[in-house]
Structure formats: structure tokens, C-alpha cells
């Protein structure tokens, strides 16, 4: 019967070429607009880490140790703490996982200078590759006890490594980092998280995360005079250390992440969070009332504009603008069908049922549709060129992908049945006896 | 006007799918074209700055570790004035069509009260360097150039030249020359005295705020110390010599600064107006962006308009041609059809702009957006009508063009 209803549809389609044409064209620019904004809305609106991040929670506090006359409010919740919060927060393992981090960009080497990279990674205090996921090609993460005789060993990604040694494998081998000989103890596939999470506070439109290639516990990494890439909030009175800088000791520089899995452990941790940075404020050191809050790095990333307005706003006009494209269509199919009344009352006197007439109306309409998804292939990756070429910091994320092609499908399928509902409804509701009539 | 209502009210689906559409367009249409006249204010406001191509600006200048000491940028910016060919030398703070460095601040018209957020540019000979036309007053002394601050310089009273927009703004309809400027809302602020008002200069972060906003901008003489990120700009004689004078400038702050940078971050040696289409890159696809999305829209609704009178025209066929044989004239077919589209149009915009002043509310509380301005909606209203007798014109002639002798006609 499908079969028959599906010659029949393109029979049909075959009598007025060029109105149906303009449903297909109409339904394939509103899927491609769509499509365009969907891709990269859901390429920067998911998890920065798929998997880990959801678990993941960043420690917000007011951590001044001076009075502020030019903005004493806490407006908005800063994540920087000094090193020594940071490690008072990692140490006191309350949570599933806790990590203190800061990005950090320097030149890594070969000990004799024949090779080095420019890298980007992270200065941690805490299990860092652990907490974040990090998938190691070879060798180990950095032990406690290295970490508390600030051994200086340092994990790299395997594109660094490469680079270095021309092999992947390089545990055991030796890099320059700053001033000191690092040993390689691992060596980790590519990472990063695929929206920038880390510092966004002063991190101005860099919307796609920055690939991390290497880490090293932080305080080797101070030792061997290689310092975070910005050195945050340092106080009125300190001299201003600006990028690069060893001299943080009077530095808000890290950000304590704790990974926690269920709600129980997120409500115990929240007091913990609180009665610390309180326990601070009451000693004197934090000047301000701190207001410690635990944010979810989905909820922090919002907070901080991660993802501009712009891709919300674009989504939502795509989608307002399909809605039209549909009401269009939708409106166009109802004369079609009802032009063709006569038709239907003779199928319905020779005894289909309403049934019948309205399966064989969306079929035909679902084909118009998988037709208007076919043109819309084409049309959603021009729309995603036309993104990359242009100069916005998220222009990477408008990729064609496997994912898209699925959405794009069931979309245009989706839309084809959805807008002829109403007219083969409509088209179907009249008693056959009228309907001859009418012919 | 009875005949025309009633068929309506009978025969609802194709009427209410003309007003949904319509509300719909309109929606859509009012909210794009708002967020693209946003977009297109810093494009269309002048910066102030005079001759983009004879303006190198040398910027991403980071020091490791402290920042370099002012005795150190000043002579690196003696240097730079020394190179052939160049007429004026500034070292500032930030500068316009560059945000890595921002300062911005509330300021307060003293005495008055009134406030307004403006950018603050502090650096030397920034007048000339930038090319600013001076509309009144004085441009700062070789004195005043040559101070130090302790930190920024937000905390130091002194002198300040300040836009026509922003004079307007702190002191209406009054001489803003020899007024106090207050730097912040608190008790002790600095006080600035203007001593000069330029026309333009546009200030380096386009907020979405407020329209105005784009032209408050604030210069203080002298250099800041402890700043980060310094910015350096020279202003050249003659287009001709910019590539050689580029080139000198960059030897000139590799050799005096080159040694203290952060590796791996290189200083970009730029034209202004280079600098200035890249920072106006990202407004202008959002333009395009936006008029082609308008454009779209609105051409599905007139072809969905014209789709959906012509099937209704045809379907009335017979009862317009009886209408023709009892006397009607061909004038009052067409007026008919047309006054018919009109009202269901007009119905549609009555919706549609309660439908766009609603997604605005709700935009504005999600997003950094002003409120639909009402004069947006006389105009848009007008369109859509015009666009609905546009799109009803071919099915509404072919209606008039019916024979009355139709009605004569098998039943």
C-alpha cells in the first residue's frame, strides 16, 4: 500500500513542477538555517567534558585579603584562590576528586636545545589527569609523594612528544621546562575540553577550549622559574605580576575543581566549602564576608558568557524561522490537497476510508519532506562554510558531523509529516457524498 | 464590508494560516532588524581617528613576569619618534579597536550628578597620534604629557579632553570647557578638569547597552605605571612611508623590549585601519547575517501570501463571477480581494507585534539586550502591509479578470 501511496505522491509531484519546488525549497532553507545554528549550538552548549565535566564543580569564594575602596561588592563570584587555599581545599579530600589548576604557556625542550614546542597545559595541585579525565597513552600520573617532594616530572601529550623525541612513547625520557630537567612519567592523547572552562573570568572570547599539552605539578613548575600564564589578582599593595610571572605567592592564580558524583556528596560538600573560606574571614585573612559557593561547570560557564549571546540568539531566530517555513508549507499543502477534492471523493466513494486518504497524504507530504532534507544537505553546509569564513572566535565549531546528518534526517522527515497533518486532516474530513458534490 | 468578514469567519483555516504567518514574519523580522540596527551602530559611528593608514599601532607587547618601568616604554617611545618619517609618538594604556587592555569608569559630572560609563585612554600626544579634531579647548601641555602616575592614573586629579557625545551627555545644554569631571561615584574621587572637547573617538569595547555609549570616551595626559600590556602608536607623514616606518618600529621594540617578552607571544606591528576591519569583521557577518535572515523571511511570506490567495480566489470562483454578472465591476473585485488581504494581514501584524515586544521582554531579561524601541513598529507595520497587497496583486487581478458568464456555468 505504501508503495502505491509513494507512485502515487510522485505522480503527483510530477503535474506542477514548480510548486512543489517552492514546498521543498521553502522546507530545506528552514532545515538548513536551522541545521546551521543547531550545529553549532550544540557543539558549545554541551559538556566541555563529556562524561566528567557534568561531575565536575568549580569553588567560588571572596578571597581578598585587602579592602577594595574602588569595588568592595562581590558582584561576581571569583574563582581564583592562592596557592595556599588551594592546597588547604585539595588536602582535605572531602570530595571524590579535587584538583587545583592554572594554565600555563611555555617552551618545553630537549635538554641539549636541538628541539623544543611552544606548549599551553596546566599547573596542578592535585591528581590533575585523574580529575579531568585525561586519557594517558603511556605511562602514569604523578604520585603524592612526587608531588609532595616537588620531584619534577611532567606528563606530555603525544603531539609534544612527537615533536621532541619523533616518537610517541617518550616515559622516561628528559625535557627542559624552564630551567630544570623534567623527567616524562606520561604521555596523554590529545585533550581538550571542547568549550574553554579554565580561568574564564579573564578570559576574553575564547569560546573553544585551548588543548592542553602538558602537566606538571605546580610547584616544580614555580621551582624551575615557569609561572601561570596570568597571574590573576596579586593585591593593591604587591607589585603587579602580569603573565608569566614566579613571583604569585601574594597571587590569587588557581582554581580549585572538585569532582562530585551524587547529590549527598555535593549537599556535604557545600558546608565544608562554606565553613573553610568562613573559618578564613573569621581569622582575619579574608576581609570580606566570602560567600564561598560551589558552581557546576555548566552553570559557571553560563555565568561567565562563555558562549556568546550571539549563538543562543542565532538559534533561536533559526528556529522561529523554521516555524514560519512550517506555517508556509502547511498552508501551501492545504491548497494543494484541497484543490484535488475531487480525487479524493472518488477514492473514498470506491470505498478507502478516512484512514486511508490521510496515510496517503503524509506519505506524500513525508516525501516532500525527505525531499526538502536531501536539498537541505547541501544548503546546511554551505550555511556552515559561510560560518567558518567568518570571523567569530567560535567558528570552529561549525563542523559537519555524522550526529548533524541523523538530526537533519529525522528533522526533515519529522517537519514533512508535521506539516501535512492539518491539510490531509482537512482534506479527509469531508463526507464523500459533499465532496462529489463539490467536484 | 459585510461580504467580506463573513467568508472569512466561514472558512477559517486559510485566513488564520495567512495571520499566522504574518504574526510569525513579523515577529521574527522586527527582532532581527533591531538586533542588526544594534550591530550596526559601531560600523556607522565615527571613530574620530583621522587618517587610518598613517597610524601604526604596535600592541601584544607582554612583559614576563613584572611589567617593564615607565622610564623604559618612555624611551622606547622617544625612539620611536625619532624613526624618519614619523610625526607624533604616543605610549598608551589601551586604544581604540583593541580590547585586550580596557579601562572603563563612571563618571560624574560634578556638582551635577549626572552619570555615564566611558572608556578612559591615558597616554601622551594621544591628540596628534590619533589624529582627533579638536572642536574646542586645548590639547594637553608638554608638562601635563610628561607626568608619571603612581599606579593607573583613575586616581589623579588633573586634566582631561573628553568627546563632544560624552560633554553633552555630563553637562547638557552648557560649555563642558573648565568643568570638573569626577572619576567614579565615591566621595574621594579624582577630580578631571576639561580642558578640551574632540568630536569623535570611539571607545574600544562596543557594549550593546546604549547607542549613545559607543562615543563617551575620555583622554588623560601622561603614562600609567605597572601596566601590563603597553600599546605604542605612531603617526606617519604620508601613507607612502608606513611600510618602512613599521618595519623600524618593530626593531625598535624588539631591541628595547624584545629580551623582557613573553616567548611564544608576538607583538603585532599594525595599521589602524587594519586593526579597525578586524574588529568591525565580527559586527559586519553579523549584519549580513541578519539582513539576509530578514530578507528570507520576508520573501516566504509573500510567496506563502500569494500561495494562499490565489487557492482561496479560486475557490470563489463561481461566486465571483455570479458577483460580476449582478453588476459588480472588475475595480470592485480587486478592491474587495485587496481589502480583504488587508484586513487579514493587519490582523496577523496586530499579533505579530504583541508576539515581538513579547520575545523581546523575555530576550531581554536572558541577554544583554534594550528594549524594542515603539517607533520600530509604525514602520514595521507599514511593510508588512505593503508586502501583503504586494503579494496579493497577481491572485486579486486574476480574480477581477473572472467572467461573469462563469456564473452561468455547470453547478
Known amino acids: 500500500m505504501l508503495d502505491y501511496y509513494l507512485r502515487l505522491a510522485l505522480s503527483r509531484c510530477r503535474q506542477n513542477v514548480p510548486m512543489v519546488l517552492l514546498l521543498v525549497l521553502t522546507m530545506a532553507v528552514g532545515i538548513a538555517a536551522c541545521m546551521t545554528a543547531m550545529t553549532i549550538f550544540r557543539a558549545l552548549s554541551g559538556a566541555p567534558l563529556p562524561g566528567v565535566s557534568p561531575h565536575l564543580y568549580v569553588a567560588t569564594m571572596d578571597a581578598r585579603e585587602a579592602v577594595d575602596q574602588d569595588s568592595p561588592d562581590y558582584k561576581r563570584p571569583d574563582s581564583l584562590l592562592k596557592l595556599a587555599d588551594a592546597k588547604a581545599l585539595v588536602d582535605a579530600h572531602r570530595a571524590v576528586q579535587q584538583v587545583a589548576v592554572a594554565q600555563s604557556l611555555t617552551q618545553i625542550g630537549q635538554p641539549d636545545g636541538s628541539q623544543s614546542a611552544q606548549a599551553y597545559g596546566l599547573m596542578a595541585y592535585g591528581p590533575a589527569l585523574q580529575a579531568f579525565g585525561v586519557p594517558l597513552r603511556y605511562g602514569r600520573p604523578w604520585t603524592e609523594a612526587e608531588q609532595a617532594s616537588n620531584a619534577p616530572v611532567i606528563v606530555i601529550d603525544t603531539e609534544v612528544a612527537q615533536k621532541l623525541f619523533g616518537t610517541k612513547n617518550a616515559v622516561g625520557r628528559s625535557v627542559m621546562l624552564g630551567r630544570h630537567r623534567f623527567r616524562v612519567i606520561g604521555v596523554s592523547a590529545p585533550w581538550h575540553p571542547r568549550v574553554q572552562m579554565f580561568d574564564v573570568q579573564h578570559d576574553q572570547g575564547t569560546v573553544m577550549g585551548q588543548a592542553m599539552m602538558f602537566f606538571v605539578p605546580a610547584q616544580a613548575s614555580l621551582d624551575a622559574g615557569v609561572g601561570p600564564f596570568l597571574a590573576g589578582e596579586c593585591g593593591k599593595d604587591a607589585a603587579v605580576a602580569s603573565f608569566q610571572s614566579t613571583q604569585v605567592a601574594q597571587c590569587r592564580w588557581m582554581e580549585a575543581w572538585v569532582r562530585l558524583d551524587t547529590p549527598a556528596q555535593l549537599d556535604a560538600y557545600g558546608p565544608f566549602l562554606a565553613g573553610y573560606a568562613n573559618a578564613q574571614h573569621d581569622a582575619g585573612r579574608f576581609v570580606y564576608p566570602p560567600q564561598a559557593k560551589l558552581y557546576g561547570t555548566q552553570a559557571w560557564l553560563a555565568l561567565n558568557h562563555v558562549v556568546p549571546d550571539d549563538v543562543h540568539l542565532n538559534m533561536m531566530l533559526a528556529g522561529g524561522f523554521l516555524l514560519l517555513c512550517l506555517v508556509n508549507v502547511a498552508g501551501l499543502l492545504a491548497a494543494r490537497f484541497l484543490r484535488r477534492q475531487g480525487d479524493v471523493a472518488i477514492r473514498r466513494a470506491l470505498g478507502a476510508s478516512k484512514r486511508d486518504v490521510f496515510v496517503q497524504h503524509l506519505v506524500e507530504t513525508g516525501l516532500l519532506g525527505l525531499i526538502g532534507g536531501v536539498l537541505a544537505l547541501p544548503l546546511t553546509w554551505l550555511g556552515l562554510w559561510i560560518v567558518r569564513m567568518q570571523p567569530v572566535s567560535y567558528a570552529a565549531a561549525a563542523q559537519f558531523s555524522a550526529g548533524v546528518f541523523v538530526i537533519l534526517f529525522g528533522l526533515s522527515v519529522g517537519v514533512g509529516l508535521l506539516v501535512g497533518i492539518l491539510p490531509a486532516w482537512r482534506v479527509c474530513r469531508l463526507p464523500p457524498a459533499l465532496q462529489i458534490k463539490l467536484a | ?411
Open chain 2, 1 to 411: 464590508m459585510r461580504h467580506i468578514v463573513k467568508p472569512l469567519l466561514r472558512h477559517r483555516m486559510m485566513p488564520l494560516l495567512v495571520v499566522l504567518q504574518v504574526a510569525l514574519a513579523c515577529a521574527i523580522a522586527c527582532n532581527a532588524l533591531f538586533l542588526l540596527q544594534q550591530k550596526l551602530v559601531p560600523i556607522v559611528t565615527p571613530d574620530g581617528v583621522g587618517h587610518p593608514g598613517r597610524l601604526i599601532v604596535a600592541w601584544n607587547i607582554a612583559p614576563r613576569g613584572n611589567p617593564w618601568p615607565p622610564a623604559t616604554l618612555r624611551q622606547t617611545a622617544t625612539e620611536l619618534h625619532a624613526i624618519p618619517g614619523v610625526v607624533s609618538a604616543s605610549l598608551a594604556t589601551s586604544w581604540p579597536m583593541e580590547t585586550e587592555a580596557q579601562l572603563n569608569a563612571t563618571v560624574v559630572a560634578d556638582g551635577k550628578g549626572i552619570k555615564a560609563s566611558a572608556a578612559i585612554y591615558i597616554g601622551d600626544h594621544l591628540l596628534d597620534t590619533l589624529g582627533l579634531r579638536l572642536l574646542a579647548g586645548r590639547d594637553f601641555s608638554a608638562g601635563e604629557d610628561a607626568l608619571v602616575y603612581k599606579g593607573a592614573g583613575l586616581h589623579t586629579d588633573g586634566p582631561t579632553i573628553i568627546t563632544q557625545a560624552l560633554a553633552r551627555r555630563l553637562f547638557p545644554g552648557g560649555d563642558a570647557l573648565g568643568k570638573v569631571v569626577r572619576i567614579g561615584d565615591q566621595a574621594n574621587a579624582a577630580r578631571r578638569t576639561v580642558v578640551g572637547v574632540v568630536a569623535h573617538l570611539m571607545r574600544n569595547e562596543f557594549g550593546q547597552d546604549d547607542r549613545e555609549d559607543v562615543d563617551y570616551s575620555m583622554l588623560f595626559p601622561g603614562t600609567a605605571s605597572n601596566w601590563p600590556i603597553p600599546i605604542f602608536g605612531v603617526r606617519v607623514r604620508s601613507t607612502a612611508e608606513a611600510a618602512g616606518v613599521r618595519k623600524a618600529m618593530k626593531a625598535v621594540v624588539q631591541r628595547e623590549l624584545g629580551p623582557d617578552m613573553i616567548q611564544g607571544i608576538d607583538p603585532a606591528y599594525e595599521s589602524y585601519g587594519d586593526m579597525r576591519e578586524r574588529m568591525l569583521a565580527q559586527p559586519k557577518a553579523a549584519v549580513w547575517l541578519l539582513s539576509g535572515v530578514s530578507m528570507i523571511v520576508l520573501l516566504v511570506t509573500v510567496v506563502g501570501i500569494m500561495g494562499l490567495t490565489s487557492y482561496w480566489v479560486q475557490q470563489r470562483t463561481r461566486q465571483i463571477g455570479v458577483r460580476r454578472a449582478l453588476g459588480a465591476r472588475r475595480g470592485n473585485i480587486l478592491r474587495d480581494v485587496q481589502l480583504e488581504n488587508l484586513l487579514v494581514v493587519g490582523a496577523g501584524i496586530l499579533l505579530g507585534m504583541a508576539l515581538a515586544y513579547a520575545i523581546n521582554l523575555w530576550l531581554m531579561q536572558r541577554y544583554e539586550l534594550t528594549r524594542l524601541p515603539w517607533t520600530y513598529l509604525p514602520y514595521g507595520a507599514l511593510l508588512m502591509l505593503l508586502l501583503g497587497q504586494l503579494a496579493v496583486l497577481s491572485p486579486a487581478l486574476r480574480a477581477a479578470r473572472v467572467p461573469p458568464v462563469v456564473a452561468t456555468r455547470s453547478v
